[in-house]
């Protein structure tokens, strides 16, 4: 059952990058570790070592006690060796994939505690921003705070929430969840703000950004407000939510979502960057 159709793109996209061929019925994939080559491992060193030095006062704790568990800085971690560690820590596995993959796909591999991380590497041009994800951005981004016992927890239960979603027709609202929180999220810690998302954990210029800049607002988290809010793809968010603990995001997402999405279709979409009235926004 090898070789799986690539996520289906629109008329005048690109496909998306990656080879489909080698990969099973789930998207999966072997890694094909010696495939990599001793450039590719440098370039994600140098990925490595330009976000490692930033996340002192910028990370979240949590974020920042778990990237050690990545292993060694200097190459391209193996997922097997990886996913003993994870498996030990909290029952995840990392699992390769050629690329983007179905929403369904990933959805359920998260419900099944499966973390697809994309096999291939960025261009040396790609230093500073690549298009869709990659080895790095999935390793480096992701990975860390699945070792956290809540969050693990959370990244299940959005996969399990999703695969209903998709019967629901409620991708769209879903989608917006992930974004606020898994890609882009802040917390407030008693040190001050700090990132978890995984979108600003692996960027070079946004986490320092999202954390310090007066620029962007800064709204507490509330999970209606966020599946009706509309995010930017190709630029900075111009609106981070802020939740307090990890446990807060496990339990206001713990409810039934079906009464929810019924709710926020009546209400109207907001774009990014605007705010409600009276909406109370976090000073840096
Ligand atoms: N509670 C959500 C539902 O019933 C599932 C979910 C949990 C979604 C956590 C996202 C995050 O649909
Ligand atoms: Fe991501």
């Keep these: 059952?090898?070789?799986?159709?690539?996520?289906?793109?629109?008329?005048?996209?690109?496909?998306?990058?990656?080879?489909y061929a080698r990969a099973r019925a789930?998207?999966?994939c072997e890694q094909d570790w010696a495939a990599y080559t001793p450039a590719q491992h440098d370039l994600y060193r140098r990925l490595y070592e330009r976000q490692a030095a930033q996340l002192p006062g910028l990370?979240?704790?949590?974020?920042?006690?778990?990237?050690?568990?990545?292993g060694a800085p200097d190459r391209i971690p193996r997922f097997d060796e990886l996913s003993e560690r994870l498996m030990?820590?909290?029952?995840?596995?990392?699992?390769?994939?050629?690329?983007?993959?179905?929403?369904?796909?990933?959805?359920?591999?998260?419900?099944?505690?499966?973390?697809?991380v994309t096999e291939w590497i960025r261009e040396p041009e790609e230093f500073?921003?690549?298009?869709?994800?990659?080895?790095?951005h999935d390793l480096f981004g992701h990975v860390p705070l699945l070792f956290n016992p809540v969050f693990a927890d959370y990244m299940q239960a959005y996969g399990a929430g999703g695969l209903k979603a998709s019967r629901l027709d409620a991708c769209e609202l879903l989608a917006r969840l992930y974004w606020y929180t898994v890609e882009f999220g802040l917390i407030a810690t008693p040190e001050g703000l700090r990132a978890y998302?995984?979108?600003?954990?692996?960027?070079?210029?946004?986490?320092?950004?999202?954390?310090?800049?007066?620029?962007?607002?800064?709204?507490?988290?509330e999970l209606e407000r966020?599946?009706?809010?509309?995010?930017?793809?190709?630029?900075?968010?111009?609106?981070?939510?802020?939740?307090?603990?990890?446990?807060?995001?496990?339990?206001?997402?713990?409810?039934?979502?079906?009464?929810?999405?019924?709710?926020?279709?009546?209400?109207?979409?907001?774009?990014?960057?605007?705010?409600?009235?009276?909406?109370?926004?976090?000073?840096?």
């Design 1 to 19: 059952n090898q070789g799986v159709a690539p996520v289906t793109y629109g008329e005048g996209e690109r496909p998306p990058r990656g080879d």
């Design 26 to 28: 789930d998207y999966t």
């Design 59 to 70: 990370a979240c704790q949590e974020f920042i006690e778990a990237v050690a568990h990545l």
């Design 88 to 116: 030990r820590a909290t029952g995840w596995q990392v699992v390769a994939v050629p690329g983007l993959i179905p929403e369904e796909a990933f959805f359920k591999l998260l419900s099944e505690r499966r973390f697809p």
């Design 128 to 136: 500073d921003y690549v298009v869709e994800p990659d080895v790095f």
């Design 197 to 221: 998302g995984a979108g600003i954990l692996s960027s070079a210029g946004e986490l320092r950004h999202s954390v310090t800049s007066p620029e962007p607002k800064r709204v507490g988290f």
């Design 226 to 284: 966020i599946m009706r809010t509309r995010y930017k793809i190709d630029s900075y968010q111009t609106t981070y939510f802020v939740i307090d603990s990890f446990d807060q995001l496990f339990e206001a997402t713990a409810p039934d979502f079906t009464p929810i999405y019924a709710r926020v279709r009546q209400l109207p979409t907001l774009e990014a960057g605007e705010l409600l009235p009276g909406e109370a926004i976090r000073a840096v």
